[in-house]
């Protein structure tokens, strides 16, 4: 269940911003949401800072991107932690199988550094 739900917020995430970026006739739905948000929470705020709000929003756009596809990813790793994985000497993966531990290498494996923690075999998968 937890894979599934990481793979709707990947998918989600993933053709939102091909709506958003790559389609102009159509446009991304949660983009729109988040863009139509945050203009209304700055105007109800202070109608002095609107010049705020595109950049916000842009911002808020691009961080719900991201973190929808680590946190996704670690929703697919996480089943998987530690019995699907190698750890390098010192580390204990008991101690290494939370959620955090799954954002972890969700990070390290998207921006392609290491926290020390390999899958087992390359055909294992998730």
Same mark, same amino acid.
């Given at each position: 269940? +937890?894979?599934?739900?990481g793979? %709707? #917020?990947?998918?989600? $995430?993933?053709?939102? =911003?091909?709506?958003? @970026? ?27 800072s ?5 950049? +916000?929003?842009?911002i808020?756009? %691009? #961080?719900?991107?991201? $973190?929808s596809?680590? =946190?996704?990813?670690? @929703?697919?790793?996480l ?27 969700s990070?390290?494996? +998207? ?13 294992s998968?998730?």
């Amino acid at each position: 269940m +937890l894979r599934i739900i990481g793979a %709707v #917020l990947i998918l989600t $995430a993933i053709c939102d =911003v091909f709506h958003t @970026l790559f389609h102009p006739v159509k446009q991304g739905a949660v983009s729109d949401w988040i863009a139509r948000h945050v203009w209304f929470a700055i105007r109800h705020l202070s109608t002095k800072s609107l010049t705020l709000a595109g950049p +916000l929003a842009f911002i808020t756009i %691009v #961080l719900y991107w991201v $973190a929808s596809v680590i =946190v996704g990813f670690a @929703l697919i790793y996480l089943p998987s932690l530690p019995h699907s994985f190698a750890y390098v000497a010192g580390l204990r993966p008991d101690a290494l199988a939370s959620f955090l531990e799954a954002l972890d290498v969700s990070i390290s494996s +998207l921006i392609t550094l290491s926290s020390g923690v390999y899958p087992n075999t390359a055909g294992s998968g998730c």
